[in-house]
């Protein structure tokens, strides 16, 4: 199940079901968009033959973990993007389109990405006058998709650090708490690196004199280069944010434990005072005049319990207990 | 209520109170200002038809959380600004207001943002040789409007950090405290990167040939960018500010936590004299000749009270006491 | 005593000494320099109307906390600088310099700054060959005039600095200190922003073409750049230096807590063997053969003695005592 | 063994296998390819003369840690590589390959390092048509190998940061862990610097007007600039991932000695207890009622029982227990 | 002793041993250089005569602590470099030599610099070639002189940390490692600062079109500016080195404080059981049943010494003891 469609479209309808089989090109107005996932070499050099595509951009298209790029050859234009989708555990995966842009054709090759363009497809071909504008249109809603896609992972992670967050705020967090957000951070700075490199992708389709763009289309893609700008500036609120947990984290317990230092010092000096006063009455010499007075043990429990009190009320009074 | 006014004016005087209504579109000289707050999708769609609105411009205006920024449609200039207000507990709500300028028109469309713009009309009308050279003054007037509303949030912020600073020098922050700073730098990391965005929008309209903006408007809105800039500056001096305090609180803490040890120890080592000395003369061996000496106990006590004494003038004297 | 000075140079002499009585304005060779004090908004707008200045920058001279920036309006230039200067409590306390430069004249606007210009006026009028070049030059001294002036205020800082220093490698800063050097740093921040605005306003002065700057003054500015960069770099190592203060005394505190917990621990656990041992021989068992024998007190005495000995000799040993 | 190879090429196939021997030059369509390892400074200064090296060139080729760098001398090219190699205890060895390009001729000077380019030229010689394209295309071949050459080293590095991040979240590293990561970021940290000298060189190469690179050549060094820019991009990712660990283990002891010193103020707590009141009932005075009491003893140790186990049952319950 | 040499050149050969008594200036292919230090503001008042220094370059020669700069004044070029020079105690002496090229001429001016330029211009005597070259020649080998005598105080530096590493490593720095940490990083952070203008300096050489310096001699700054960007590198590199020496000794501390604390909770619960029951069995009440058992004592000793051991065991189990 390589290759997905193979269209070819006249002023934005279908012309022919299997491009590939046509024995002339795309002529003016026309143009091919095939669908490929999970290539092999061979499918791949017999496409590079067919449309001129250049044997670098054909071997990235295949390399699994290409960064997000974009890249001129000659009078074709080369584009890798990533998808990235929710998985177990926090934990994001990602996915990969290149596409290759020509005059007459654009072609999309998906690595791992689970998302199918299938339902784009369908939506474009419901608007003839949208794909009538040719293959650079397709490549605008191909990125706008992409990108849009990244929006529902960003409001999950919001949402889970908002609860760090405010669990971080009552207690110190726990150690599996500790971990998650050492995770999170792990993943939101893959994302970042990822998000920053289609930001810098789109923006130079937004800004510069590329081959196989219109300069219609040209306002498009800086619509999706705001998206993307979008993207990467969450995900850096987010890093931010959890950056704050820790730290706020970290004070609180400084706090917590300041306050347990201070009760425990009083406590202790506190109940120094029975100690060191019954070690004296206890020792064994024979001759302790206060041991024979008859209300010596109540006074001596006497002046122990005042003296606690008075310690517990001044500790009090300077707020360590 | 979504259309708040949509009046015409030649020469900076009001020619028609339903600009909408006129048959013909503004003429030399003259010019339409249409203000919106939360419009319908269908109120957007005949604007655009009328005025000749880009699709992607008219989908960022309804975009509730678009960041601020200028581009260029054609001959058309497309702003986004937003607006800042107070909110309860130091947090901010934020608004949106989408500017349309054209030959012959400024479109502004009202987002969530409480602060109207019928003053600021008022206002205009009242010099009509500023309305007359045209929607771009229209255009400086508004944003000049909006920057100088993030000033009365800035102030009340620095109060706020103003008190948080005294506070942190003379004790630990509480909980509540801290939990406070917390929240503040999550609100004033969200302000900086909307100011951030405010800022580079009006430098772009400063400094870049753009168009519907005159030479002669050039200036002004260099005038508001210098004051955008100088928010942002403020923002991050906050930011400064409440990281300075946080910083202050944990070494004034850990300043404090330092003595308390210190004071523990020197006590502690004071107690244990008493209490190792009368723990050796409470044992029950027959034969302890201190016990049976006439002042034994007189000089144990004396002892003891002398060995604490020196400890305690020791540790005085390092400043543990 | 608004107006200071109203003064018309021909080739670089006095020519009359009240410019704003002349009715004709200067002529070629000439110029006027006006100098004012905290003027009001009738004798500004009394100036902008002979002169032709532009009313943003006479705005912008009138308020007060405007951060330094040099800007063209059309043939003029308007500049503004911040003077320093020593307050009490190591504060700073800031002025400001607004100057309008234009064909045959220069304006000068000073707002809370304690320097004046007297001085200076008089040492270049004893230079008609330097005040001959025109106002560009009178401009030249002035921003001269006013970054010199930054560095007594650095030198007392970087004296203040390096005191705090000294005492931070001998001792946790007292609360006090810890609370000088956090004002000290917010002093500093504050003073990096001015002078960051400085630096950059007279590097525009240097390096870019601006109305009313010859280009044989080009160098002059560019002397005056050097100056700001060096003032820039030293407020930053003055901040850099009160971090290390903080960081230093932060470490050496973690080491002299670690070594008091070493000694405390070590002297708890040579003071827990009499107390247990003693503990034990207090017990009231009628069978305790030890307590019947004739030198158990004496044996006991010594076996605790020579355990503490022991603890004592290897505690010293691994330098915990 | 200085000379490893001297071949001359036409249209990609061996032509000379001694071109040093050869009187005349290459000719158009020719080229030659000089392979040294370690050379000594006569050898290199005849190969200068033969070829017309400049002289700062052949100095640098043979300084041997000179960071990457491309320069043009002329109508010649000078680059200069790095190579690293896995050596034992986590750390790296760097090698360096220095390159001459220029009309009709490529030299390679190795210096420290282990990999040689046999495997390489033989590969290069199987493909006649990429040899025939010229000695830029050998330059591209080298620097793609090289810079290959780090993904090895990065795999390895990223199971050892993976490891150390599981056993770090497990419990506090072990002096042993910490002063490992410590060298490992000293060697990440040289890794970076070096890294990001390839980067910029080969962007040089990829972006830049030089002599000796066809236009054809470009897209071939930004698919190598590509390659380095991710290899960048991963050593920062892993000293990220290494300050993590430090950042989580740190964060994690400071939870668990607060769990401690919970546990041991509330131990302590408890226990003094029967230590209180059983001095108490150790006081040797006369009249003490209690002592006389049937079930005294059994009435205060189930009065020492019921308090602990209290104190004990409210210990857990605010979870210090 | 201000005037060190002011010889002639012709085609690299000594014309005359004192140019400043000739009467007409260099011909072409001739050129002076003169050697000054510490000169007095008369003496270079009458070179700047005589060459047409520009009076702004003048003062700046004469201005001891002048940051490194390259500047053109008019068809002049002038240039400050700093030396350092190991001075006692790790810190580095500054000195400062400034540069007048023009045509025909070369003068330089030592302030504070204890390296002498004697072995240099004998060094460049005996190379006539190199000298024919001109003065930009001589500008080049002044520098590369001045940025290859960092090398030494790097290498010096680099030992001193790599030792202070090593000792961190093993334990927690004495406060005097500490200090001088802190001494060193204040040096490093001012020769960062300098050796950055250094780079920008000979950058700005390499890089721009300036006068009095040949294209021919372009190649010898840039090859300077590899070896002064290789410097500030290095100070990079030794600074993070230094930051992570504290940064590890701070981690392995609270490692060692951490097993510290674990090790005395658990020898004071071990030592709580005999003083918490023999205090219980020292008690006074006269019914005590245990203590009238004959072998209550050895009893009590051996519930007393297993509780012990096993406490001592499941502590020793979860690594504490
Ligand atoms: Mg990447
Ligand atoms: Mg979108
Ligand atoms: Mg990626
Ligand atoms: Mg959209
Ligand atoms: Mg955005
Ligand atoms: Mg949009
Ligand atoms: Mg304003
Ligand atoms: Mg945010
Ligand atoms: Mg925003
Ligand atoms: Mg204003
Ligand atoms: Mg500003
Ligand atoms: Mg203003
Ligand atoms: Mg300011
Ligand atoms: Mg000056
Ligand atoms: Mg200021
Ligand atoms: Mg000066
Ligand atoms: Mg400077
Ligand atoms: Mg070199
Ligand atoms: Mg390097
Ligand atoms: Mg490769
Ligand atoms: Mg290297
Ligand atoms: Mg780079
Ligand atoms: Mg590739
Ligand atoms: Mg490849
Ligand atoms: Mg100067
Ligand atoms: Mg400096
Ligand atoms: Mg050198
Ligand atoms: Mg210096
Ligand atoms: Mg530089
Ligand atoms: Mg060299
Ligand atoms: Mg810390």
């Known amino acids: 199940m390589t290759i997905i469609a193979a269209?070819?479209?006249r002023d934005g309808h279908v012309l022919l079901d299997d491009a590939l089989a046509a024995a002339?090109?795309?002529?003016?107005?026309?143009?091919?968009?095939?669908?490929l996932v999970e290539p092999g070499i061979e499918e791949m050099a017999s496409l590079a033959d067919r449309y001129g595509l250049h044997?670098?951009?054909?071997?990235?298209?295949l390399?699994?973990?290409?960064?997000?790029?974009?890249?001129?050859?000659?009078?074709?234009?080369f584009v890798i993007a990533?998808?990235?989708?929710?998985?177990?555990?926090?934990?994001l995966s990602?996915?990969?389109?290149?596409?290759?842009?020509?005059?007459?054709?654009?072609?999309?090759?998906?690595?791992?990405?689970?998302?199918?363009?299938?339902d784009l497809r369908s939506q474009l071909e419901i608007l003839p006058e949208r794909l009538a504008e040719g293959p650079d249109f397709v490549l605008h809603a191909l990125l706008d998709f992409i990108v849009d896609g990244y929006d529902p992972l960003l409001d999950t992670l919001e949402r889970t650090a908002e609860a760090m967050e405010?669990?971080?705020?009552?207690?110190?967090?726990?150690?599996?708490?500790?971990?998650?957000?050492?995770?999170?951070?792990?993943?939101?700075?893959?994302?970042?690196?990822t998000a920053g490199r289609m930001e810098e992708m789109v923006g130079k389709l937004a800004q510069s004199e590329l081959p196989a763009i219109d300069a219609r289309a040209r306002p498009y893609f800086r619509d999706v280069y705001d998206h993307?700008?979008?993207?990467?500036?969450?995900?850096?609120?987010?890093?931010?944010?959890?950056?704050n947990v820790l730290e706020v984290a970290s004070l609180l317990e400084q706090s917590r434990q300041g306050a347990i230092t201070r009760q425990l010092a009083a406590w202790a000096a506190i109940l120094a005072v029975p100690t060191a006063i019954a070690g004296i009455y206890g020792m064994n010499f024979e001759f302790m005049p206060e041991l024979t007075w008859r209300h010596g043990y109540f006074i001596v429990l006497g002046v122990i319990g005042a003296i606690c009190a008075l310690l517990f009320w001044r500790f009090r009074r300077i707020g360590w207990l």
């Open 82 to 91: 990533r998808t990235a989708a929710q998985d177990k555990n926090d934990a």
């Open 63 to 77: 390399t699994p973990r290409h960064p997000p790029k974009a890249e001129a050859y000659g009078s074709q234009l």
């Open 7 to 9: 269209r070819r479209y």
């Open 24 to 35: 002339s090109p795309a002529r003016p107005g026309e143009f091919d968009w095939i669908g």
């Open 94 to 118: 990602y996915g990969q389109t290149a596409i290759f842009l020509g005059d007459g054709f654009i072609i999309t090759v998906r690595l791992g990405s689970p998302r199918a363009h299938t």
């Open 166 to 193: 405010d669990r971080a705020v009552e207690a110190f967090p726990q150690a599996a708490d500790i971990r998650r957000i050492f995770r999170l951070r792990r993943i939101l700075r893959r994302l970042e690196v």
């Open 228 to 243: 993307a700008r979008r993207t990467v500036s969450r995900v850096r609120g987010l890093l931010d944010a959890l950056g």
């Open 55 to 61: 044997p670098l951009a054909v071997e990235d298209a």
